[in-house]
C-alpha cells in the first residue's frame, strides 16, 4: 500500500508540474496571450521604449512618430544593440495612399578610403572594430526621412522622453547589463566609451540607474537644428575628427553628403499572402528564397518538430545562403540578379538539388552572373504601420565613442570583403552588406502583419520561419515568435567565404530527441546552444473587427501594449 501511495504522488507531482507549464488556450510554448487593442499599438524590445511609443500615439502622433522615439529611447537604454551611430532600414504602410514605401537608411563608406590601403597594409578582412569599419550613420538622416513623409508631432516632442530618461536616469534591465557586462572588456580600450558608458569605472548592474547626459545633449540639438545639425554642423566635425585621429578615414565631407533613399519594397506570394522585404544591400531577399524553396512541399504535414521539416528547411536556407554570399550588395554598384533571385522558375531549379534524406556539405551558387540589432513596430489609428530595424553592429557597434556625444559608431565596414571582383568588394562611398531587414506581409493588398526577428544571419531563418509558423502551422501572432527555433550556421558569408562543410545546426530546446537521431542520420551536425535565436516583434492588422493584435519576444525584454 505504501508503495502504490509512493506512486500515485509521483503521478500527482508530475501532473502538476505538467500543468503548471500548459496554457489553458494555445500551444503549451506560448508565454502569453496576444495583446488586442483597437486604437494603437506598439512592440519593441524595451517596456520603457513601447511606453514612450503608446504615449506619443496617445497625443496624436503618427505610427512613425512614435516609432522615432521608441528608437531614440532603444538608443539610450538598449545601447548593447542600436543607436544613432548605427543605420536603419524601414517598411511602412501608408493608409492613406494603401502603398508600402521602402526606406534604406544605411551609411556608406569613406570615400577617401581605397581597398589599396587594406591590401598594401595586409589587411585580409576588415577589421571588426576600431575606425577603420566604420561608415557614415545613417539613421538620423532616416528619422527625418520618415518624419518629413509621414511625421505629425514636432521632433522637440518625439525626442523629448528619451532627453528626460538620459538626464534623470532609467533602470537598467537584466538581458541589457548582461550583455553591457560582456562590452566592457571589448570596447574600453577605445577613446571615451568608458567615459561615456563606465562613468563609475565599471558597467551598470541590473536595476541600477544609468544616465546618459551627454546623449540628452546630442538629442536636444538634433531636435533644435534638425538633421543638419548631425551631417553638418559641429556633431559631424567631432564625429570625422575623433575617427581620422584614430587612424580611420571618416571626413566630415562623407557625413556632409550622406542621404537616404526610398526604395520600392519586393515581394514573394507565399500560399495566398505577399511577404515583403527590402531589395539589398541588406539580406531580405534570402526570406523570399527560402519560402520560394520551400511551398514546394507540404511543410504542414511534416509538422513543426518533424525531421522532415527542419531538414528540408535548413537545406533552404543554405541554397539561399549561398547566393546570398556571392550576389547581396549594394545595387548602385554592383548588378544583382534580383528579377532572377526571387522568381519563382528558379525557386523550382534550386528545389531540385534537395535530398530529402541527406543533409548537403556544400551547393554551389544559382547564377553564373558575375556575384545585436533590435526590431520594433508600430501601428496608429489610421491604419499606417511602420516596421523599423535598427542597429549598430556587433552590439554596440566598432567601440568609436566620439567625445561628449554619449553614443558608438557602427563598424558596417566590416561586412565588405577584401576579394577583387566580389559583388561586395569594399569601394569608396559604397553600402556594405546589412544584416538587419524588416518584415511586412499583405493580403490581397490589405496591411496584415508588421514584423521582424533580430540577430544576424538569424534574421532571414527566423523571419521564413515566422511566416511558416503563421501559414503552414496556423499558429496565433504570438505562439509563432514564442514556438522553437532552428539556427543553420554556415560559413558561407558576403565576404567571400563558402560552405563546405554543412555547416552547424541548432535547435531551440523543445525539439524531440528522435528529430535531432534521424536529423544525425541525414548527415547533419548539431551542436547545443543558448542563442543566438533572435528577437521577435509583430502587429496584426484585424480588418473584420477592425484592431491591433501585438505580441513580442520572449526571450528577450519585449513588450507589446496597445490603447
Known sequence: MKKLLFFLTLVIAAQLQSSSQDRITGHNFATRSEV?????????????????????????????????????????????GCGIGGDLFAIIWDAETEMLHGLNASGRSPKDLSIDYFLENDYVMIPQRGALPVSVPGTVDGWFEMHEKFGKLQMDDILRPSIEYAREGFPVTELIAYYLQRSAPLLSEYPNFSETYMPEGRMPEKGEMFRNPYLA??????????????????????????????????????????????????????????????????????????????????????????????????????????????????????????????????????????????????????????????????????????????????????????????????????????????FNTYEPGKRPFHTIIPGFITKEGRPYISFGVMGGGMQPQGHAQIVINLIDFGMNLQEAGDAPRIHHRGSSEPTGQQMTDGGTVNLESGFPYETIRELLEKGHSIQWSNGPFGGYQAIKWDEEQGVYYGASESRKDGQAAGY
Open 217 to 422: 545633449n546630442t538629442y536636444e540639438t538634433i531636435a533644435r537644428e534638425g538633421r543638419d545639425a548631425f551631417y553638418r554642423g559641429d556633431i559631424a566635425g567631432t564625429i570625422a575628427e575623433y575617427v581620422q585621429e584614430n587612424g580611420g578615414f571618416l571626413s566630415y565631407e562623407d557625413l556632409a553628403s550622406h542621404s537616404s533613399t526610398w526604395v520600392d519594397p519586393v515581394s514573394t506570394n507565399y500560399r495566398g499572402y505577399d511577404v515583403w522585404q527590402l531589395p539589398p544591400n541588406g539580406q531580405g531577399i534570402a526570406v523570399l528564397q527560402i519560402l520560394n524553396i520551400l511551398e514546394g512541399y507540404d511543410i504542414a504535414s511534416m509538422g513543426l518538430y518533424s525531421p522532415e521539416y527542419v531538414h528540408h528547411f535548413i537545406e533552404a536556407k543554405k541554397l539561399a545562403f549561398e547566393d546570398r554570399a556571392n550576389y547581396y550588395a549594394d545595387m548602385d554598384f554592383s548588378p544583382v540578379p534580383l528579377e532572377r533571385l526571387i522568381s519563382k522558375e528558379y525557386a523550382d531549379e534550386r528545389r531540385q538539388l534537395i535530398n530529402p534524406e541527406r543533409a548537403a556539405r556544400h551547393y554551389d551558387p544559382g547564377i553564373e552572373d558575375p556575384p545585436n540589432t533590435i526590431y520594433l513596430t508600430v501601428a496608429d489609428s489610421e491604419g499606417n504601420m511602420v516596421s523599423l530595424i535598427q542597429s549598430n553592429y556587433r552590439g554596440m557597434g566598432s567601440g568609436m565613442t566620439p567625445p561628449g556625444l554619449g553614443f558608438v559608431l557602427q563598424n558596417r565596414g566590416e561586412g565588405f570583403t577584401l576579394e577583387p571582383g566580389h
Open 36 to 80: 488586442i487593442a483597437g486604437n494603437g499599438m506598439a512592440a519593441t524590445s524595451h517596456p520603457l521604449a513601447t511606453q514612450i511609443a503608446i504615449d506619443i500615439l496617445k497625443q496624436g502622433g503618427s505610427a512613425v512618430d512614435a516609432a522615432i522615439a521608441a528608437n531614440a529611447a532603444l538608443g539610450l537604454m538598449e545601447p548593447t
